[in-house]
Structure formats: structure tokens, C-alpha cells
């Protein structure tokens, strides 16, 4: 290893079962050999069985605690998870504009359970004053239709839907095809280089387990630790599918009900714990 730690600091929600935002974001940062630091933007009580109750903390709490870290580490990649209200939105534009590189943006709206996890209009706020400052957003089909306005994204037009997002402000979109119905699965790849916008698609199949919770930002963190160890986009991505792949396939093989009884956790210790 490197004298030199690479530092991703995650700014999320907290999620009391472990599973996802910010418990999920400092097991895969430090499994994949980097610093994880925190910016709390809420904190949830919830399990595997669903969301109980949200509370977003202050604006003030939140910019103490990114000045806090900005004043003492090098920040060498940061992902943004989930936001909550328009007014963070906004505040997190204010701290994070000069920086304007190294940003992978998860636009966390609805949990695995089916929880709403930010208020109704805040994907336009996301859009307008997020997309433009990060170096890849990576949406699922559902926050997909959101921002685009859609009723349906199908595998054929996920392209085209990416690119839709791009001229929404983005530099670049993972647009994330978990929700398709296919038994082989795809995510796009759509980013600007130059003039031109390079495609690529990354494939895997269906894993067939209810221990999914915490995908998305598994896979996030796995791609701004990918950039925080100086790879190009398209590798980070690949990295950042490939550590949630073989998480997922090793959540597949624990005891029935061992991560809960709901949408259980992916595993992110296979590599130092392994599970036949």
C-alpha cells in the first residue's frame, strides 16, 4: 500500500440498521483501502423492515461539520447521498461549489422499502444547483423518471435517457438498471469527453436475494474511492460495479434472516471475511 491514504468523505443520512447511507458508505470506503470521513444530513430510525422516522438536522450542524473536516483533511473524493430538503440542497452548493471535482452525486429519494426520504420538489433543486458541480451522478431508474419528468424508462431507452440527464447540467450519468424486470441487468455509462459523449454499458445478472439494502450507496462510495485513487471515470465505475456485485453475491449466501428480516445488508467484508 501507498504512504498515502486517500480521504472520501461521504455526506448522507445516518440509517440505524447499518445497512445503507452513512454506515454503508464507511465500510465500503475503508474496504476498499481509503479514509472515511462524514457530513451527517439526517439521522433515521430504521431496520430492514422500513423507515420509522426521519429528522434532517440543522443547517448550521451540517456546515460545522463539513468545515470541521475541510479545516483539518485533504478531501480527495466525496460522495453525496441523501439530502433530505431544498434548503440542504442549497447550503451544500454554497460549500461545495469551489471544489467542483472528485463529486459523485447518489440522488437518494426513496429508500429499499419504498420510504420517502426527501421532500417533493427537491429533485429540481438537485438538478439545478447539484448536477453542475459533480463529476458523475448516478441515479436509479425510478429517480431517473423523476427528474426527467417520465412515467417509464425501459433497458432500450436508458441511453436516451441518460443522455437527457446530461443536458439537465450533468458531466456525466451511471444511469443504475436494478429495477429492470430482465434477469440480465445493465447500468450506462454516459459521459462528455470533449466534443463527444463515450457510452458504456456494464452487465450483470440478477442476483436472487432479498439483501439489497444499501446498493446504491455502496456502489457511490465505491466510485468516488475509485477517483480518490486517481483512476479514470470509466475504471472507477467498473470498480464500483464490480465491489457491489461480489457484496451482494456474498450477502446472498448468509443464513436466511441473519442481516433481518426485510431488505437485509449487502456484505461488505467478503473479501477480509468471505461466507461459503
Not at 417509464?152 to 451511471?174: N, P, T
Not at 440478477?206 to 456502489?219: A, D, F
Request: hydrophobic share 45%; charged share 15%.
Amino acid at each position: 500500500m501507498n504512504s498515502y491514504i486517500p480521504k472520501v468523505l461521504s455526506i448522507a443520512g445516518s440509517d440505524s440498521s447499518g445497512g445503507a447511507g452513512i454506515q454503508a458508505d464507511l465500510k465500503t470506503i475503508t474496504s476498499l483501502g481509503c479514509y472515511g470521513m462524514t457530513v451527517i444530513t439526517a439521522v433515521t430510525a430504521q431496520n430492514t423492515l422500513g423507515v420509522d422516522q426521519i429528522e434532517q438536522l440543522s443547517e448550521n450542524l451540517v456546515s460545522s461539520q463539513f468545515r470541521a473536516i475541510e479545516n483539518d483533511f485533504r478531501i480527495d473524493a466525496l460522495k453525496i447521498g441523501m439530502i433530505g430538503n431544498t434548503h440542504t440542497v442549497q447550503l451544500l452548493s454554497q460549500l461545495l461549489g469551489p471544489l467542483r471535482q472528485n463529486i459523485v452525486l447518489d440522488p437518494v429519494m426513496v429508500a429499499s422499502s419504498g420510504a420517502i426520504l426527501g421532500e417533493g420538489n427537491i429533485q429540481d433543486a438537485i438538478a439545478n444547483l447539484l448536477f453542475p458541480i459533480s463529476r458523475l451522478i448516478t441515479p436509479n431508474l425510478i429517480e431517473a423518471k423523476a427528474f426527467l419528468n417520465v412515467s417509464d424508462i425501459q433497458a432500450s431507452e436508458m441511453i436516451d435517457a441518460a443522455h437527457a440527464l446530461l443536458k439537465l447540467g450533468a458531466k456525466a450519468v451511471l444511469l443504475k438498471g436494478g429495477h429492470l424486470s430482465n434477469d440480465l441487468l445493465k447500468d450506462v455509462l454516459v459521459e462528455k469527453i470533449g466534443q463527444q459523449t463515450v457510452v458504456t454499458e456494464f452487465h450483470h445478472p440478477r442476483i436472487s436475494t432479498k439483501n439489497t439494502h444499501g446498493t446504491g450507496c455502496t456502489l457511490s462510495s465505491a466510485i468516488a474511492c475509485g477517483l480518490a485513487l486517481k483512476m479514470p471515470l470509466q475504471d472507477a465505475v467498473a470498480q464500483g460495479v464490480e465491489y457491489t456485485q461480489r457484496a451482494i453475491i456474498a450477502a446472498s449466501r448468509v443464513a436466511k434472516q441473519e442481516l433481518g428480516t426485510g431488505h437485509g445488508s449487502l456484505w461488505h467484508a467478503f473479501k477480509q471475511y468471505p461466507i461459503d
